[in-house]
Nanobody, 125 residues
Framework: DVQLVESGGGSVQAGGSLRLSCGVS????????IGWFRQTPGREREAVAA????????YYANSVKGRHTVSLDNAKNTAYLQMNSLKPEDGAVYYC???????????????????WGQGTQVTVS
């Protein structure tokens, strides 16, 4: 079974930092794309960033570009989202999703991801 397990959420003051982790197991391919998304009540899941294990290409939403960094540790099958200079509007449940590859034109489409983690809450005050 494919499993994605997020961790690292919490409460932080504006301007602070958090690092989220997404552990991957059971995916059929050694190469894949991990996408980070966030969601607040009543709103659609919003793309934050993505990274492709094959070429390490990264993608960012304009709202987080320059503040957040997505990375991979292939040996640990873990993706990370380093979030800096956090703002109250960054507060949400953060999810990681997995798909075969990150297409530049569609990396931010939640419906194209095959599996999702359970989510981790980020609160910024």
């Amino acid at each position: 079974d494919v499993q994605l397990v997020e961790s690292g959420g919490g409460s932080v003051q504006a301007g602070g930092s958090l690092r989220l982790s997404c552990g991957v197991s059971g995916y059929s391919s050694q190469d894949y794309c991990i996408g980070w998304f966030r969601q607040t009540p009543g709103r659609e899941r919003e793309a934050v960033a993505a990274i492709d294990t094959d070429d390490r290409a990264t993608y960012y939403a304009n709202s987080v570009k320059g503040r957040h960094t997505v990375s991979l540790d292939n040996a640990k099958n873990t993706a990370y989202l380093q979030m800096n200079s956090l703002k109250p509007e960054d507060g949400a449940v953060y999810y990681c999703g997995i798909r075969q590859y990150c297409a530049p034109a569609s990396w931010g489409r939640a419906r194209e991801y095959d599996y999702w983690g359970q989510g981790t809450q980020v609160t910024v005050s």
